[in-house]
T-cell receptor, first 109, second 114 residues
Framework: QKEVEQNSGPLSVPEGAIASLNCTYS??????FFWYRQYSGKSPELIMF????GDKEDGRFTAQLNKASQYVSLLIRDSQPSDSATYLC?????????FGKGTMLLVSP | DTAVSQTPKYLVTQMGNDKSIKCEQN?????MYWYKQDSKKFLKIMFS???????INETVPNRFSPKSPDKAHLNLHINSLELGDSAVYFC?????????????FGQGTRLTVV
């Protein structure tokens, strides 16, 4: 049974700062990971996916994967109040996504 | 053009009732899912269907029965509803079951059992 662990937060950062969100996963054979953002009362929406060791950048977002440490992170540069949401890390397997419990991010103006 | 749509968005019902939630996707995906998100926001897989066939059935009471009449639809029927069934239920779909596939979510159905 795959498990994904995240700190529930909240993680509070000031506007313009870098927010760093982390997750660890249990299945050493896992290949790919997704970061979803979920606003309160809304459905999860994909921000990024990553399946290679190292960094992947998309705009203000950078995903990092370290398979040796079984660690995935998401960095949000120049954080905005509109980034305040719950961020869900997911381990992709055959016909399923296993989610962590999410980290709530609060960006204060 | 909603990609994954589920109805109803809100459902309030009494304990013991039977209810259904419908889900349809127009993305041409072969794989569909039901997830349950509890009050602590934990999103947990319930069922996964690939081309109308059940692939994953997590530890879910047998009062929950998914039905897939075709690969674009995956409905969830719940018998004898209990207070603990109150949650938000999300339908999702993705391309054929393999890794590296993004799941697209419906808007969710907030079920409240009273």
């Amino acid at each position: 049974q795959k498990e994904v662990e995240q700190n529930s937060g909240p993680l509070s950062v000031p506007e313009g700062a870098i927010a760093s969100l982390n997750c660890t996963y249990s299945d050493r054979g896992s290949q790919s990971f997704f970061w979803y953002r979920q606003y309160s009362g809304k459905s999860p929406e994909l921000i990024m996916f990553i399946y290679s060791n190292g960094d992947k950048e998309d705009g203000r977002f950078t995903a990092q994967l370290n398979k040796a440490s079984q660690y995935v992170s998401l960095l949000i540069r120049d954080s905005q109040p509109s980034d305040s949401a719950t961020y869900l890390c997911a381990d992709s397997g055959y016909s399923t996504l296993t989610f962590g419990k999410g980290t709530m991010l609060l960006v204060s103006p | 053009d909603t990609a994954v749509s589920q109805t109803p968005k809100y459902l309030v019902t009494q304990m013991g009732n039977d209810k259904s939630i419908k889900c349809e996707q127009n993305l041409g995906h072969d794989t569909m899912y039901w997830y349950k998100q509890d009050s602590k926001k934990f999103l947990k897989i319930m069922f996964s269907y690939n081309n109308k066939e059940l692939i994953i059935n997590e530890t879910v009471p047998n009062r929950f029965s998914p039905k897939s009449p075709d690969k674009a639809h995956l409905n969830l029927h719940i018998n004898s509803l209990e207070l603990g069934d109150s949650a938000v239920y999300f339908c999702a779909s993705s391309r054929p079951g393999r890794e590296n596939t993004e799941a697209f979510f419906g808007q969710g159905t907030r079920l409240t059992v009273v």
